[in-house]
């Protein structure tokens, strides 16, 4: 009988301590989640830019920078900084995605592939927009978009919380 009172007070003494901290866990959980989530993006964040920077070095290979012709390559004047295609892709995604006008879209498109093409052969991915017409061209925007945002360079829609429409 003695044993079962010094068992029965341990538990009581033990939810008296422990109860408090149960509570304080429920009511800060959405906090603890928003914390622990955050920190996968970013781990995940960090882990595509390793990806780019991986695909940027296999790009410019190390053997052909030891070759000062290779060098004067890179700085050739029809050659777009990484970051200037990235913002020209976004602004006409707006453009395209956004309604441009109709007299517009054929030719905001055509910048819009460009770019694409642009942003491809910068980052060693292979892309066939100049080959395909039609449903198969926009088939291959959209996979080409997919490969981009998986090397790292977003395009995000024109607005938050905006699906994208393709012509």
Known sequence: MEFLRLLLL????????????LIALVLCADEVLDRVTCRFAEWRERGRERRLITRL??????????????????????????????????CLRRDRVGG????????????????????????????HLAELTGIDQQIERVRIE??????????????????????
Do not use: K
């Not at 341990?10 to 901290?21: D, F, G, Y």
């Not at 819009?112 to 892309?127: K, S, T």
């Not at 997919?146 to 012509?167: F, I, K, M, N, T």
């Open 57 to 90: 070095n296999q790009a410019v290979a190390v053997e052909d920078l030891a070759d000062p012709d290779a060098l004067d390559a890179l700085d050739r004047p029809d050659r777009r900084p990484l970051e200037q295609l990235a913002a020209d892709l976004r």
């Open 100 to 127: 441009a006008a109709v007299v517009w879209h054929s030719s905001v498109l055509d910048a819009y592939d460009d770019r694409l093409r642009l942003a491809c052969r910068a980052l060693g991915i292979p892309e």
């Open 10 to 21: 341990s538990l009581a003494l033990a939810a008296v301590v422990c109860v408090p901290a």
């Open 146 to 167: 997919g490969e981009l945002d998986a090397a790292g360079l977003r395009l995000p829609a024109s607005r938050p919380g905006q699906h994208q429409r393709h012509s």
